[in-house]
């Protein structure tokens, strides 16, 4: 069973989304692009989940790339 | 490559064979991806948006220009270059321009100058040299871009596009390079040479399919500044009904030519494992090869500055008393030379050239093109000016 707990970090685009993706690697964390889920908003974009253990970390890599962070969300 | 039935010399119009990665990459996308990128967010979709991401990224780093995500893809050169005209002059704004472009960029501007937009037309030497004094001459208090190719696609010389970035730079103005005949076929550094926004085309030097294009823009082209040629669906924010404001999608409404971005990116690899030197060096000595035994007959005249140093691998040539349509009949029938005639969509730069409206004949050699072949194309002319059957 997966006991992992995560967060997404909402961004523009996906293009904004495969950037953070390269970000992240590059900062050694693991990461994954999913569907935006419904009850954080209706678009139909992509976003970066991650551990919530790493959240923090991981804004602070993709904001100091030049990337705007729209949202962070703590899902199940 | 010597196995093929012709000779191809009409790379400034398109490159052709594509290296045979390209084909692979497209068929990758074809049979084993398929997806729209950024509409939904299956593992497909992802891998398609990672596809685009690689094929921005691969211009960025070519260019050098600042982020990918400031790499807004669209059809070819001609539509980056309405887009970059349209989207940032408004009526009273003044624009320069030489008179060696290309109609993509030259029609764009008249139909501008429709909507009260000034222009100023730089002349160039017949040679198709372009004084940077005579630019800054040019400028005026509501002067705000300076728009340029970076090379003639009809005689291939080169516009001192970083000494005219400097003078932009140092009087507030915006550089858009066209650099249509140049992005993969010569070191553009768009930092180092002070260029704003630069257009550029996949299916030339760049080795990508027909359908590919886009523009690359500086850190001070400002988004709010840049009207897009059109609006629609993005896959970002849906729940809005107003356009998005941020690079890339601002611009890039509808679904992009993947398929062709996974090719561009194909194109660009190839051409970076090359060399990007290796390449031009290649293509400067078969321009000098062709020159220096064309020059030498009486009946033929080649135009331009012929000096391989100053231009692409593109030459320009008359053969006295035959019409430029003759010779690329005659060269294409009994010798399977392909080439290009008459006024390569620049009666700009014909007119400077002093070849309007009868035109040239116009040979583009690109990273395939051997020693070989130019002499045989040299044999082929001789034998055409010498009156031989
Ligand atoms: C200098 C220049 N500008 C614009 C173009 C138009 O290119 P495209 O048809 O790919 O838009 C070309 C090539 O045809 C060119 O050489």
Known sequence: MNTLEYSVILVHSTSHAVKAEQVLARAGIASKLIPVPRQISSDCGSCIRVERLHVQRAQHEMESAGLEVDGVHDIG | ?389
């Open chain 2, 1 to 389: 490559m010597t196995d093929l039935d012709v000779i191809y010399f009409d790379n400034a119009a398109t490159s052709w064979p594509k290296p045979p990665v390209v084909l692979e990459a497209m068929n990758h996308f074809m049979n084993k991806v398929g997806a729209n990128p950024g509409r939904g967010a299956h593992r497909r979709a992802v891998e398609s948006g990672r596809i685009v991401y690689a094929a921005r990224e691969a211009v960025a780093r070519l260019v050098n220009a600042p982020d990918p995500l400031r790499v807004v893809f669209g059809s070819n050169v001609t539509e980056a270059l309405n887009l970059a005209l349209n989207g940032l002059l408004r009526p009273g704004d003044h624009v320069i321009t030489s008179s060696m472009e290309h109609n993509s960029l030259m029609r764009p501007l008249r139909f501008l100058q429709h909507r009260q937009v000034e222009l100023t037309v730089v002349p160039c030497s017949p040679q198709g040299f372009l004084e940077p004094e005579a630019v800054k001459r040019a400028i005026r208090r509501k002067t705000r871009l300076v728009a340029l190719n970076h090379a003639s696609n009809v005689i291939g010389t080169l516009l001192p596009v970083g000494e005219v970035g400097a003078i932009a730079r140092e009087h507030g103005l915006l550089l858009l390079v066209d650099a249509a005949q140049t992005a993969g076929a010569l070191p553009i550094d768009m930092q180092e040479s002070a260029i704003d926004l630069l257009a550029f085309t996949g299916h030339k030097s760049l080795y990508g399919p027909m359908g590919t294009g886009g523009l690359a823009l500086g850190a001070r082209v400002l988004e709010g500044d840049l009207s897009p040629l059109k609006r629609g669906g993005t896959g970002s924010r849906s729940e809005w009904e107003e356009q998005p404001s941020f690079l890339p999608d601002l611009c890039e409404s509808g679904t992009l030519n993947v398929v062709g971005l996974a090719g561009l990116e194909a194109g660009i690899r190839w051409v970076t494992e090359r060399g990007v030197e290796a390449i031009r060096a290649h293509e400067m000595a078969l321009t000098r090869r062709l020159i220096d035994e064309l020059r030498p007959i009486p009946t033929v005249r080649v135009y331009g500055g012929q000096d391989p140093e100053r231009q692409t691998a593109t030459v320009a040539f008359n053969i006295d008393g035959l019409a430029a349509s003759e010779v690329g009949l005659r060269l294409d029938e009994e010798n399977a030379i392909l080439c290009r005639v008459g006024l390569h969509c620049s009666p700009a730069a014909h007119q400077t050239m002093g070849t309007y409206p009868a035109g040239t004949v116009r040979f583009g050699f690109g990273a395939w093109n051997t020693v070989e072949e130019v002499d045989q194309a040299v044999a082929a002319v001789r034998k055409l000016a010498e009156g031989r059957p």
